[in-house]
């Protein structure tokens, strides 16, 4: 759209449908004329996206949560027999942390230059590349036999996964309208959690694998859950559409896809980071066509878009309980009188709540526009239930696990709303990617590393109290950022409404 944030506040409506309009010519001499379509053709197109889209990209994520999260699993796998991975690559608790967080650091480094690609590359192409080749390094990770190449591994493993998530997210930018992507997201997010709750299963399974073919268990682990990924990558290559301009959408149903999206939609035929399109409802352009833009353009527009800092910092805060509870949610249900094998299985049940919550709460959030009321109520019940959890007894054992399940419910909610929140302020194709990226980055990168640290091996008889109140005080933050936020964008909606010449129409910030 265009490079300075304050002169794409004012364009085109927000809350009301518009169901006809004309498409950009664009690079690719993509052109559609003025068309109508009814609110049931709108409808049928999305179900047809939704049934190609949404079940790829959830299952690329959860074979992405799978590989990563595995580690948590491996760490406390037979430990009773010590043939758990923390015993047999002799590495103390504070060394298998570093190697938990070296990961991090590669997530966080490769996120921004991984969504660029997946722009220049196409997203088929770039996804199943990272797919391939995190599978691989997942099976490799079931080769290590000392720390040193355990935390190089999880460094390689970090950086080939930085790019998916930031990339579905900025991918469902490209098919979706904005009241559209939070639920969207919330599937894919689920996933993970559908992960984590499989996870918890197969480990429990794999368990009883322990010394066959000379291996143990943990190796096995990784071994059969990193072998999927690399097969299904040949899959995700072939299978996987685009964009609408080029994909399984023909005739009507194209021309529908790309008006409906002429607007809110990031466009399949713009640069990534050099040209945006134009037409006559957005900018006062006789020329009504392309506008050359510099290549750094979007980006120093993007970085200097102060209000997506508050979108980074409330991200920063949601990573801290996302990452304790991928990592360390085996060794919490440890602590709650759970042992080895018993504590995988007892891993299911907060995940499995967590999954259906982010859908009923992503949709609601997105149906009634209030995405920050809902991050800020589901980030204070998550802080509730670790609030709780960490003033309990430690023997309270059964209280403590449902606190457990109430923090983990919360936790995850929060997070398919915020990113919903953010692609739908954020107007160009070029902005939309880099924003999404520096959020993840910020958010699942830098900010899911303190998450590393809070559960402490030594407080495990006490309850893992640390733990508990990081997390806690953490999601109160976010309850607070989220709401403040709100004040910012309400604000700039009354202002955007009292510049507004009699009669013209402007596209509010979304709430």
């Known amino acids: 759209m265009t490079t300075n944030s304050t002169k794409h ?76 991975m923390q015993t047999e690559t002799h590495a103390t608790p504070y060394q298998f942390n570093i190697a938990l967080m070296i990961f991090l650091i590669g997530y966080a480094l490769f996120e921004v230059p ?138 009507r149903d194209r021309e529908i896809a790309l008006a409906r999206l002429r607007v809110e939609g990031s466009k399949g035929s713009s640069s990534s980071m050099t040209l945006v399109l134009a037409s006559s409802p957005l900018f006062p352009n006789p020329a009504n066509g392309i506008l050359p833009q510099n290549r750094w353009a979007d980006a120093k527009s993007t970085l200097t878009d102060w209000r997506l800092y508050g979108h980074y910092l409330i991200y920063f805060g949601v990573g801290v309980p996302f990452s304790s509870l991928s990592l360390f949610t085996p060794s919490i249900t440890a602590g709650l009188n759970y042992r080895d094998l018993q504590a995988q299985l007892m891993t299911v049940p907060p995940y499995a709540v967590a999954y259906v919550t982010q ?20 980030a204070l019940i998550g802080a509730i239930g670790f609030m709780a959890s960490a003033a309990l007894p430690p023997d309270a054992y059964l209280q403590r696990y449902g606190c457990l399940i109430l923090g983990a419910a919360g936790a995850f909610a929060c997070i398919p709303p915020m990113l919903g929140w953010l692609t739908s302020n954020v107007y160009s194709t070029a902005s939309v990617g880099l924003a999404v990226a520096l959020n993840v980055s910020f958010g699942a990168g830098l900010g899911q590393i303190p998450g590393v640290w809070i559960y402490k091996a030594d407080e495990a008889t006490r309850g893992f109290p640390t733990g508990h109140w990081t997390n806690a005080g953490m999601l109160l933050f976010v309850a607070v950022g989220s709401l403040l936020l709100r004040v910012v964008y309400g604000y700039k909606n009354r202002r955007l409404l009292r510049d507004a010449a009699p009669g013209q129409e402007v596209r509010l910030f979304k709430l």
């Open 9 to 84: 506040e004012a364009v085109v409506p927000d809350e009301k449908a518009d169901l006809s309009g004309e498409l950009e010519s664009g690079p690719t001499n993509e052109y559609t004329p003025s068309i109508t379509y009814t609110p049931a053709e709108e409808r049928a197109l999305v179900w047809k996206q939704d049934r190609i889209i949404i079940p790829l990209s959830a299952g690329i994520y959860f074979l992405c949560y799978l590989d990563r999260s595995n580690i948590g699993n491996a760490k406390i796998l037979n430990s009773s027999t010590k043939n758990d």
């Open 114 to 251: 991984s969504n660029i690609l997946l722009k220049k590359l196409r997203p088929s192409r770039w996804l199943a590349v990272l797919m391939f080749s995190w599978g691989a390094i997942t099976v490799g990770l079931g080769g290590v036999r000392n720390f040193e190449s355990m935390a190089a591994v999880r460094f390689l493993l970090g950086a080939a996964e930085a790019g998916l998530f930031p990339g579905l997210v900025y991918y469902l930018t490209f098919w979706y309208k904005a009241d559209e992507r939070s639920v969207r997201v919330a599937f894919i997010l689920a996933s993970a959690t559908l992960a984590g709750a499989f996870g918890g299963a197969i480990a429990y399974g794999i368990g009883h694998m322990n010394g066959a073919g000379g291996l143990s268990a943990w190796r096995w682990l990784f071994i059969i859950e990193g072998a999927p990924s690399c097969i299904s990558a040949l899959f995700v290559w072939f299978v996987l559409p685009d964009y609408p301009e080029k994909s399984f959408l023909k005739g």
């Open 359 to 378: 859908i009923i709460v992503s949709y609601s959030a997105d149906k009634f526009n209030a995405r920050a009321l809902h991050t800020a109520l589901f």
